[in-house]
Each structure stands twice: as C-alpha cells, then as structure tokens.
C-alpha cells in the first residue's frame, strides 16, 4: 500500500494470485479504479466495490494476463465517488494507449464524464498524484517506451498561466544544469557551447554548436568520435551559418578536454570557463 500525508490517494499493488487475502483484510470494499497487466496487456477499470469486480475478472479466461493488479482509492475520510473512478478509468487508459508500452484491453470504450472546470482542476491534482505513486508501487506502463523511467510530475498551479503572474521579472542567464551543478562556457572562432559536469562525464548542452570544419592537426580518435556525433543526426543546420552547426540533444563526454577538441575540431581548441553570470528585467 503506498500512500502520500500530502494526498488523498492510496494505491495497492499486489500479484492477482493474492486477491483473496486481500479482499479478506477488508482493503478492496471501497470505489475506485484499477488495472491489470502482464507488463504486455493491461486492463483499465472501475467499480463502487473493487474486490468483487476484480474477482468477476480473476474467473474470466480472457483476463488471463492479469498478472499485477494496482488499485487507486481515496484516503481514510476521503473516499472516490463514481465520477472520479470513471475519470480515472477513462485518463488511465489514454494514458496507456498514449504510452504505446502495452496494448490495452478494452470492453466498452471508457468517456470522460462531464463536469465542471473546478472538479475537472481537483480531478487533474489528484491524478497526477495517483500516477506518482503507481511509479512509486512498481507500475511502469505510463512510462513512454524509450524514455527514461521518471515520476510524473504534477501540472503547473492554474494561476501560473494567468495574469497573476504577468508582471513578475524576466531572468537572463538562469542555470539549465541540475540543481548545485556549475556550468562551463566555452567560445572558439565564432562558435559557443555551455555544459556541466553530471557525475563522472562532462555534458555538453543542446543548443551548443558544433564546428563543421576540422583541423588537420586533429588526432585521428577525435576525428572518429566528430564522425560519429556528426552521424548521430543530432546536429542542426543554423539558418545563414555555414561554419558550425547546433547540437539538439545534449551529449556527454569523458573530460571537457575531449568535448572541446570534438565540438572545436582543433587539437588546441577553446577553453572552458565558469559561467557567472544573471541579469534580471525589472517587471
């Protein structure tokens, strides 16, 4: 059972073979929505008793690949109502179809049930929440094959896009590197880079440039490395540039020795040197 003091969700996971000793603790007597998967298929549902639906599908052949069960329920004092479990049923499934990680198993195509803009902006919270801690409890179908698995994150507040925030200053220069990490700017014959150190590898940023030309004094490792970044189709043309091109993926290189001889193609190229600097427009 993962649960948050800062939410009203809680989501069971357990294998399907233990849904009796569940239902028997009296932890499924509740609404809410649920899914089932083999991390192939999955199965998206909802019901006002969870433990009596999900034993309807433990006798169903169909529902064979329901291996893993996640249920979504409210916290004690804060339980679901059908338009909730029904809205979870339909974003769940989106969701899953969106992510392209399983092939979802469907009866009648779950709809959005309507409501008004303040219950749809509590529905949103209280997903984003849920699909947290699925993440949390082991679920990875919502993680987009070829991504890198991470948390969702909840949506920015409402009023982050209205007028209450129009006047608030303008920052130039910000970090774009994690949190307590330095960033480094390097400038070589018209080109420019920035990047940071991420553990033991030295990160050059997307929207660095590339130097299309290479040195003759260049090594021939670092004539095979240029070979490969150029290969990658990570580079972009720069409209009215024909020396250097723009990286739109960030790379990551052993030392920052190495990430200046491959962007610069120089055996002798430009420096790297601490970025110290913000400039903030008055509102």
Known sequence: ???????????????????????????????????????????????????????????????????DVFVITGCDGSSFDKALGLDFQFRLTREAIDCGVVTVAKGLNPVQPRMTAAVRATHDRVYFDALRLLFDAGCRIFVPAGSEPSPHQPPPAAESVGEAVDGGPMSIGVSSAPLGADEFEMKYLGLWARGYWAADRFVVAAGSEVREETNGSVDALTRSRRDELFDAKVLSAIPGVSDRRRLVAAVAFPSTSIAAKILCGAHTPGKWVPVNKAIWLAP
């Open 1 to 67: 059972m993962i649960s948050d003091g800062a939410s009203r969700v809680v989501v069971h996971a357990f294998p399907m073979t233990d849904l009796a000793s569940v239902s028997g603790a009296d932890l499924l007597a509740t609404p809410g929505s649920y899914l089932m998967t083999d991390g192939r298929v999955a199965y998206v549902g909802e019901s006002n008793r969870v433990s009596r639906r999900l034993a309807d599908h433990c006798a169903d052949p169909s529902k064979s690949f329901g291996r």
